[in-house]
């Protein structure tokens, strides 16, 4: 199974982010499931909640508002819980970008799913320090613009 790639906007090039879990020998991943948005009313969540593996990863029980469509800046923000996983940020920077409906969603599964959960950090991963430098839409869709921080003033 491949690992999931995390790409980050960074000026004009993209930086891939490559996390490789090391479960107990367990390859395990979230599963996300981004269907298209609901067209009539949203639907109450599961009476039940899904079971989080011991690494922190569970499978997706809802449908989510559509992720990136947005058409000013003031749409887009981030959030530091990815659906599929009670994990925080592995890395500096590592935050999931969408439209202000994804994110409370994905906040309100993150709530409902991971509180009270028990499980230990099995991720590995190699980061690269980025700095958030907020969300903003670009084409329609919203990005995650990050920035590499600075040890003394900029070359050039």
Not at 1 to 23: D, E, K, Q, Y
Not at 100 to 128: D, H, M, N, P, S
Request: aromatic share 6%.
């Amino acid at each position: 199974m491949p690992h999931p790639t995390t790409r980050i906007a960074l000026g004009a090039g993209l930086i891939s982010l490559a996390a490789l879990a090391a479960c107990s020998g367990n390859d395990a991943q979230p599963t996300v499931n981004e269907p298209a948005p609901p067209s009539g009313p949203a639907a109450a969540p599961p009476a039940t909640k899904p079971e989080v593996d011991g690494c922190g990863h569970y499978q997706v029980d809802v449908e989510l508002p559509e992720r990136y469509a947005c058409s000013a800046d003031a749409d887009c923000g981030w959030t530091e819980h990815k659906p599929g996983s009670c994990l925080g940020p592995l890395c500096p920077g590592d935050y999931a970008e969408g439209n202000r409906q994804w994110i409370e969603a994905a906040e309100k599964l993150f709530e409902r799913v991971c509180t009270g959960a028990e499980f230990r950090y099995c991720e590995k991963v190699k980061c690269i320090n980025l700095i958030p430098g907020g969300a903003v839409c670009v084409d329609g869709r919203c990005t995650l613009k990050a920035e590499p921080p600075t040890d003394g003033p900029p070359s050039g």
